[in-house]
């Protein structure tokens, strides 16, 4: 009997123990002034300016919202190149060598408890859309917008799950910042008029529910529960976390905000407290570098802003054999495939994946099913790779392609290796034409 696929190999356990290397002094760091939420963007500071750690130099620009983009070293501007970004685009990038001196803005002066405490929601939207503050979970959504709904919050949700594989840049930050993020959250419940927090993490991580449970001992004004949920994938998307940290079912293509939950990671709730306390915006991310087809794997905590091939090289380079390499920006699951790393660590990038090239030969399907089992959203991707195939816009839109997900469940547990969910999002971008 065919059943639904649940539990796949993580390939965590060597990476949470390895150590963290620091590399913070990249002699140039790049900031792209575009992404692919924002098309267009400008820089607002010109060649041979001198620019400190936290001012702003540019803005990129969204269909509905502007991404402040801050420098995370002082030095000089020294011009745009060309690079590639997480989503596989290749961007203008500005530039900034790095003086090495980390001088501060003069706008970075941590907010004293009184002023933090007479805020009013409208200060705390300005304050996280100045910050330039966004989805660090992966989704790269301004975080500002999620508080502007007219929605009345009852709980905030900090998404410590991080489910998908060879991903640990949200473990290693809980274990370093645990306090952090509970201030944050904080904020976030007093931005929000949210009575009740939740953290969820994954019940087979226990040191995690130990250093947040220490934690929320310093905050107990306010009515935080570290929640231990399950291990499966997809734990970590936002329905099945809420469902699982509240008990609270959210139907897929509604927003949470309707059903008085709002969802950050907890990566997004640490920026709220560098943002509120400390007026700063995010300057670094946990960076992991894994996979067989580099020749050492390592942690490492970095600038945004900082060359990927500047950690390959500390990696020791590429194994040494006759194989093509698969670059995977983000997890095996749901990561994005790289022609290049020319790559640039923005605020979503926490892991590069190299693998040996290795041949898959696709099969017909033999209607096993496994891909419909196993799709937490419950669609049908055969029927819906067939309807693709046959340019039928009526039909994806009755199988309801828009609710696909993109976990790559399907892909993972067809057993004749078909590229189920790259043939979904193919399906959702010409459905949407």
Not at 17 to 35: I, K, W
Not at 269 to 280: D, E, I, T
Not at 375 to 400: F, G, H, S, T, W
Not at 403 to 418: H, M, R, V, Y
């Amino acid at each position: 009997m065919i059943e639904k696929t649940r539990h796949i190999p993580d390939g965590k356990k060597e990476r949470k123990n390895q150590p963290v290397s620091h590399y913070l002094e990249a002699e140039y760091l790049y900031f792209p002034t575009t992404d692919l939420r924002c098309p267009a963007g400008e820089s607002c500071v010109i060649d041979g300016q001198y620019v400190k750690v936290g001012e702003l130099i540019g803005t990129r620009h969204g269909g509905f919202f502007d991404q402040p983009i801050h420098s995370t070293v002082s030095g000089y501007v020294v011009g745009f190149e060309k690079k590639v970004h997480s989503s596989g685009q290749t961007v203008d990038c500005l530039i900034v060598k790095n003086d090495k001196k980390y001088v501060l803005h003069e706008s970075c002066v941590s907010r004293t408890d009184e002023e933090i405490a007479a805020l009013t929601k409208e200060d705390y939207i300005q304050i996280i859309k100045d910050s330039g503050l966004s989805g660090l979970g992966g989704s790269g959504f301004p975080t500002y917008v999620k508080l502007e709904t007219k929605n009345k919050i009852d709980v905030i949700v900090a998404n410590g799950v991080e489910c998908e594989p060879h991903l640990i840049s949200d473990y290693k930050l809980i274990l370093e910042r645990a306090h952090r993020i509970i201030e944050g959250l904080t904020y976030a419940m007093r931005a929000q008029g949210a009575k009740r927090g939740v953290v969820a993490v994954k019940k087979k991580y226990p040191e995690l529910y130990e250093v947040l449970e220490n934690a929320r001992h310093s905050f107990m004004d306010f009515d935080i529960e570290i929640k231990r949920v399950g291990n499966h994938y997809p734990q970590g998307w936002e329905i099945e976390t809420i469902k699982a940290a509240t008990g609270i079912q959210v139907p897929v293509g509604k927003m949470p905000s309707e059903y008085g939950v709002c969802v950050f990671n907890v990566a997004t709730l640490y920026g709220f407290y560098r943002a509120v306390k400390r007026r700063m915006p995010i300057t670094e991310r946990f960076v992991t570098i894994s996979g067989n087809g580099i020749k050492t794997e390592r942690n490492f905590s970095v600038r945004i802003g900082t060359p990927v091939r500047d950690l390959i090289e500390m990696c020791g380079g590429y194994t040494e054999n006759d194989k093509n390499k698969v670059v995977i920006c983000g997890g095996p699951m749901m990561g994005t495939n790289l022609q290049s790393d020319d790559l640039i660590v923005t605020k979503t990038v926490t892991s590069l994946i190299v693998l040996d090239e290795e041949p898959i030969k696709t099969e017909p399907c033999i209607h096993c099913a496994s891909c419909v089992y196993s799709c937490p959203v419950d669609l049908q991707p055969v029927q819906i790779m067939n309807a693709y195939k046959e340019r039928d816009k009526d039909a994806l839109a009755v199988l309801n392609v828009n609710k696909c997900i993109e976990c790559g469940l399907c892909s993972f547990t067809c057993p004749s290796k078909i590229h189920l969910t790259e043939t979904m999002r193919q399906a959702k971008r010409f459905i949407r034409k």
